[in-house]
């Protein structure tokens, strides 16, 4: 296994950027993403993901990875092609809308998975038998295929997406409860990590319970929810299952008032209780021997939405910005030199520099005018711009361009590798 390079050739690299935006494109993440040459649209709702857009998701994808191996949860890959048998026995084939439906030569009928617990718990019924099996957490990270009818916000609602799926199994109503809330504190972390600011939404729990579930939203007009929230405390509502109002008092704190804001949610928790394990038959012998059904929950995160949110959060009107977190390259290493000359020799040998150094630098190596590199820049959005022009080779410090903020700092080689 080869690691993960750290450093690339602009004049190599696989993708170019475009000035125009693309007319079918409605949504500022595609459209950006685009032009960028982060990703590829294929049809409305589904994009290929190229070498920036992969590297943005894989970093989203380890950020969550981190977080859920951190509460016990356990990673694996589960078919993405399905039998039809287990959808019928849960009854998703027909009531679930969103259901891709397959027929294949010989007229058997499969789908695609479009979320797992039909392929999960008869897993998981083979290995839980004993209470001594239990709680397990089971997750994975990989593609969801769902029938969307609308598919006209970017990356943000894909007919084919990334999703972090994760699957629990629980002795009692009491241990689910401890391993949720530990979820929930588990992705309040994610979302700060990626720099966002995201909401617990109490939202209602869907086909299978009457408990409540919580939905993760962050604030953005691009969103498709309406969320009631507090200026307060932290209570937040879905405005679709709550009778209160805009400026409504806080019911919870007795102090603040409800704003009503645009949100996309980014990620859901929910008790399934034993819908599941009535399904597909499945019971392990308790302390006493007898046999009981777990309760099960599921916790899903919007990998891709969450990167289309992350674009729709931070960029401006020149284009992409990319928190750390999740950037494809730290440094934008741009060189204002010529084939051959002094300043592409300087530049060659500080990205040389920073390799060693272990930093992720994409290098502007190309014959292009200053303005022009420093336009493509500012829309591939890396944190970091480090110029190498004349004044570098005549005084030996770097102009150095915080891309988020646009404050330029001049720095000195030794200042440019220490981070
Ligand atoms: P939504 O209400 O937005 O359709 P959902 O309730 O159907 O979401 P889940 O089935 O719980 O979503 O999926 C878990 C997470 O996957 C969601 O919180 C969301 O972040 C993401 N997600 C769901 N549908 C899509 C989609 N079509 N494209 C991109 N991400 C999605
Ligand atoms: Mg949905």
């Given amino acids: 296994m080869s690691k993960i390079s750290n450093g690339m050739r ?3 690299l696989f993708t170019k950027t475009r000035r125009e935006a693309p007319a079918d494109e409605v949504s500022k993440n595609a459209q950006l993403l685009v032009r960028a040459g982060y990703v590829h649209k294929e049809m409305a709702g589904v994009y290929s993901y190229l070498p920036l857009g992969k590297k943005v998701l894989e970093k989203i994808e380890q950020v969550v990875r981190e977080e ?4 016990g949860g356990q990673e694996v890959r589960m078919a993405t092609l399905h039998p039809s048998e287990p959808w019928k026995q849960t009854g998703a084939w027909d009531s679930v ?25 008869p897993i998981a019924r083979e290995y839980v038998t004993s209470y001594k099996d239990l709680p397990v957490a089971i997750y994975q990270i990989g593609q969801k295929y769902r029938d ?44 700060t990590r990626l720099g966002l ?12 319970t009457k408990k409540l579930s919580y939905e993760f939203m962050v604030l953005t007009d691009a969103g498709e929810d309406d969320i009631l929230y507090c200026s307060d405390c932290s209570f937040c509502v879905n405005a679709e299952i709550s009778d209160q109002k805009e400026g409504d008092a806080c019911t919870r704190c007795h102090k603040g008032s ?25 019971t392990y012998k308790d302390r006493e021997g007898k046999d009981q059904r ?22 401006d009107d020149k284009g992409l910005v990319w928190p750390e977190a999740v950037a494809p390259f730290a440094v934008h290493l741009v060189s204002l030199g010529r084939d051959g000359d002094e300043i592409s020799k300087l530049a060659d040998a500080v990205y040389d520099d920073l390799r060693k150094a272990g930093v992720e630098v994409l290098y502007d190596d190309r014959d292009s005018r200053a303005g022009e590199k420093f336009a493509e820049s500012d829309l591939l959005g890396l944190p970091q711009r480090i ?4 004044d570098a080779v005549a005084t030996g410090t770097f102009e150095v361009v915080n891309r988020a903020t646009g404050s330029v700092e001049k720095k000195t080689r030794e200042a440019i590798l220490a981070r």
């Fill in 68 to 71: 859920m191996d951190a509460i």
């Fill in 258 to 282: 409800l704003a009503r804001a645009r949100a996309s949610e980014v990620g859901n928790i929910f008790d399934l209780g034993e819908k599941y394990a009535k399904d597909f038959s499945f």
């Fill in 97 to 121: 809308d969103v259901v891709f439906k397959i027929k294949s030569r010989t007229e058997k009928e499969y789908t695609i998975g479009q979320s797992e617990e039909e392929i999960i718990t």
């Fill in 387 to 390: 110029i190498v022009g004349k």
């Fill in 10 to 12: 602009q004049s190599k």
């Fill in 148 to 191: 969307e009818l609308r598919a006209k916000s970017g990356i943000m609602r894909g007919r084919e997406f990334t999703m972090k799926d994760m699957y629990s199994f629980h002795e009692t109503q009491e241990d689910f409860d401890r391993f949720y809330a530990l979820a929930k504190e588990s992705y309040l972390k994610i979302y």
């Fill in 197 to 208: 600011i995201a909401k617990a939404t109490e939202a209602s729990g869907g086909a299978f």
């Fill in 294 to 315: 777990p309760i099960m929950g599921c916790f899903g995160i919007g990998i891709s939405r969450l990167m289309g949110v992350m674009v729709e959060t931070f960029a």
